[in-house]
């Protein structure tokens, strides 16, 4: 796989692989994509707005520079962005690997912070020396006065160039919660809507705070996903049920909308077949998604290209097995298909093999 | 339509309640009116406005959320659009009023700066284009859950009709106007409602900076247009089960046609 060292590739040469229900392999420019969606289909996406979630500053007790990364929120249900999880790295910025970047200096409760005139506290660190809990001052106004100023949008070495807000930013964002790019939904754009719209195919909407996916250290890595906030507005929970009683497929677009909708369903919905239904409002997603995870909703899912072992690529395996995966991967490497969240794309539909009977041991429930 | 124009009148203050609004250009004139309307109609309402200290003055008078920036800057717009997203939790009504005359005093074209033809677009044209842009999925967002969605591109006569030493100001606003009607095509499947209307002279900054020797007392008050254009608004959100109204002639704004 080779990473996309552009930003968002030209939509005319994007790609998509798609894993079928039967497992067949097939390649299609992602222009094509809406020739594998079926009329009585439900397209749903993820539309939060990316935050410019990286502030760099100063750790004010040694004036040591420091980048402080939001990867969540301390209450996610509360939706108080001033105390937020962030991850914090010593010198340098994102043209050096995440994994090369120096320690913070060592980093105590009640240390100052100032990111120009956006000055926050450490609250707390959270079992490692890197993830701490932190308190902006001021007004929740000055907080989003502040992002604006001073944030910039979270990026990795893969892309060179430093991104503006709008690369960050899906065509269809619309609440600023996200901490990274939902970046599957770097495929849609107005024609395609129009396109859905007169085929027949539904679209719609949640709001899931997409957090960080990778901190360059491999202790933490384990521990994301961090929990995430989401929100299913009651005409989307409606049009899942509609769709799913007249017997047309959920394609989620990203991993967030699969994380979220299996959430919802677990969480107060209601559990079954064809009749699972997602409780509409607000939830924090908890659970792992994984090879052993039952899908009760989400048909088919639209993603980018990952990596095996990391959390993006566990959730695939809850809708197909291991070896098409592999010959997918394989087949992706062979064509050399651009990954992370700029790059191609993946569409793999549930096998039939893959069917949601009842929740799981490895679901963690909301508490 | 009279009747119309009624019954719209009467829904206006439910419909609005707790509408999520922005406004461009909203500390003086036609878009500090608008502030105080939407306002005084219990909306959640944050406006834009290039002066900082001006921009915490209106808010703190209005109760109204400021955003300060400058809309005919590309590099402001994404920010801005986050801090509305952020500040309003959504978005169902965009206000694109911010508006710059051009040369003042007005110029013939043939004495206008090309730079000062770019500074009218940038602010007439880009920056209403670009913020619409960025928004357009909280618009989208809105229409989906039934909320209602609207832009209103604020638009004049000057669009339509081609008054000596008006060429900045007027071509920046005609092409605003043409790109309104195209989002409105484009964007009716996904039920967001594009408007563009004529809030006729006012008696604002602008109009004097244009006109210096024009009577105040002759000119309708900001406060008036303010709520006629709101109520083209909630008519506007009111109709959203219904084909797409270009223009919403439903008021004594002049809808503007060519």
New interface residues.
């Given amino acids: 796989m080779i990473a996309a060292a552009t930003l968002r590739a030209p939509e005319a040469d994007a790609r998509l692989l798609v894993l079928t229900a039967s497992a067949e392999l097939k390649h299609a420019p992602r222009a094509a994509m809406v020739e594998f969606l079926r009329p009585g289909d439900l397209v749903v996406a993820n539309?939060a707005?990316t935050?410019?979630a990286s502030l760099s500053g100063v750790h004010l007790a040694t004036g040591a520079p420091i980048e402080l990364r939001l990867a969540g929120l301390q209450a996610p249900a509360g939706g108080d962005?001033r105390k937020s999880i962030a991850v914090v790295f010593g010198a340098g910025d994102f043209r050096m690997r995440t994994e090369d970047r120096p320690a913070p200096p060592p980093l105590s409760a009640g240390d100052r912070l100032a990111f120009g005139d956006l000055r926050a506290r450490i609250v707390r660190k959270i079992g490692h020396p890197r993830l701490v809990a932190v308190a902006f001052d001021g007004s929740?106004?000055a907080m989003?006065?502040g992002?604006?100023?001073h944030g910039r949008p979270i990026q990795y070495a893969h892309v060179p160039q430093p991104l503006?807000?709008?690369d960050a930013?899906?065509?269809?964002?619309?609440?600023?919660v996200a901490f990274e790019p939902p970046s599957a939904g770097f495929v849609l754009d107005?024609a395609l809507?129009?396109e859905l719209?007169r085929r027949g195919i539904a679209?719609?909407?949640l709001?899931h705070a997409a957090g960080i996916s990778s901190t360059g250290d491999v202790e933490l890595d384990r521990r994301l996903p961090f929990d995430e906030a989401y929100r299913i507005?009651?005409?989307?929970a409606r049009a899942i049920g509609h769709t799913r009683r007249l017997g047309g497929r959920i394609v989620a677009i990203g991993t967030t909308v699969v994380r979220a909708l299996e959430h919802a369903v677990r969480d107060g919905g209601e559990l079954g077949r064809r009749s699972s239904v997602v409780r509409p409002g607000n939830g924090v997603a908890n659970q792992r998604i994984g090879a052993a995870t039952a899908l009760c909703i989400v048909d088919a899912i639209v993603t980018g290209v990952h990596e095996p072992g990391s959390s993006h690529y566990d959730l695939l395996r809850a809708f197909t097995d291991d070896e098409a995966l592999r010959r997918a991967g394989v087949a992706l490497a062979a064509h050399a298909y651009r990954g992370h969240e700029f790059g191609d794309s993946l569409l793999v539909e549930r096998s039939r093999t893959h069917r949601c009977e009842a929740p799981i041991a490895d679901t963690r429930f909301a508490a | 339509m009279a009747q119309r124009y009624k019954s719209a009148q009467a829904t206006t203050q439910a419909a609005a309640h707790r509408m999520r609004v922005a406004i461009t250009g909203g500390t003086s004139g036609l878009g500090l009116a608008l502030v105080r309307e939407f306002k005084a109609r219990g909306c959640v309402v944050a406006f834009v406005a290039r002066d900082a200290p001006r921009v915490a003055e209106i808010a703190k008078q209005t109760g109204a959320l400021g955003i300060t920036g400058d809309i005919a800057r590309k590099e402001d717009i994404y920010p801005v659009a986050m801090q509305i997203g952020g500040m309003l939790g959504g978005l169902d009504v965009l206000v694109n009023n911010a508006s710059s005359l051009g040369p003042t005093p007005l110029r013939y074209l043939g004495d206008t700066d090309c730079e000062d033809l770019e500074l009218a677009l940038s602010t007439n044209l880009l920056g209403p284009f670009r913020l619409t842009k960025s928004l357009l999925g909280a618009l989208a967002a809105s229409a989906r859950e039934g909320r209602g969605a609207v832009v209103l591109n604020v638009s004049s006569d000057a669009a339509i009709n081609a008054y000596p030493g008006w060429g900045a100001y007027g071509a920046s606003k005609a092409a605003l106007h043409q790109l309104t009607r195209i989002w409105q095509e484009e964007l009716a499947a996904q039920n967001v409602r594009f408007l563009s209307l004529d809030p006729g002279d006012m008696d604002t900054p602008l109009h004097a900076l244009a006109v210096p020797e024009a009577d105040p007392a002759t000119l309708k008050r900001p406060a008036d247009a303010a709520r006629e254009l709101a109520n083209a608004i909630v008519a506007a959100c009111r109709d959203l089960h219904t084909p797409p109204l270009y223009s919403g002639a439903t008021t004594d704004v002049a809808p503007v046609t060519t």
């Avoid at chain 1, 930013?169 to 600023?176: L, M, Y």
Wanted: glycine share 2%; hydrophobic share 65%.
């Fill in positions: 539309d707005m935050l410019p962005l929740a106004e989003w006065q992002l604006a100023r503006a807000l709008w930013w899906t065509a269809i964002a619309a609440v600023p107005w809507l129009a719209s679209f719609a909407t709001t507005p009651g005409a989307t």
